[in-house]
């Protein structure tokens, strides 16, 4: 999770300046990457050496969390349902914490929280009863 937010901030920073749905993308994929690896290894240990097979099902279950969830929760939070926004600036606000961190940060930083939060209940779930499961 600290990489997707490391790569996503990165990406979406003034001088950058990518969308935040076309930083997502990179951001995910660079954190799936690390994910499978590390859920392998440290995780859920599967017994065998079955990671092909496994690491299709992990595929199935994290792009569409990754390129289908996360960015519908992107994109809703970020037009429709501003709602969270709202509240974390006031929050912020209230904290003195726009003044070093930024409101544009703040802003797409709760999206991206809403956004992985939907995909963290979504992997977990199919990755101990589908991908991982014995």
């Known amino acids: 999770m600290i990489l997707d ?3 996503f901030n990165l990406l979406t920073r003034r001088g950058v300046g990518w969308s935040k749905i076309r930083a997502n ?3 995910v994929t660079c954190a799936m990457t690390f994910n499978f690896a590390a859920n392998w290894l440290l995780v859920f240990q599967p017994s065998g050496n079955a990671w092909f097979v496994r690491g299709g099902k992990f595929l199935m279950v994290t792009l569409f969390s990754a390129f289908v969830l996360q960015n519908a929760v992107l994109h809703f939070t970020g037009r429709r ?3 969270p926004v709202v509240i974390a600036l006031a929050v ?3 904290l003195n914490l726009d003044r070093w961190m930024g409101i544009d940060v703040i802003s797409r930083n709760t999206c991206k929280v809403l956004a ?3 995909g963290l209940i979504w992997n977990f779930t199919w990755y101990k009863f589908f991908v991982y499961a014995s």
């Open 5 to 7: 937010f490391a790569v």
């Open 92 to 94: 912020s606000r209230k």
């Open 116 to 118: 992985v939060g939907v």
């Open 25 to 27: 993308f990179v951001s």
């Open 81 to 83: 349902w501003t709602r």
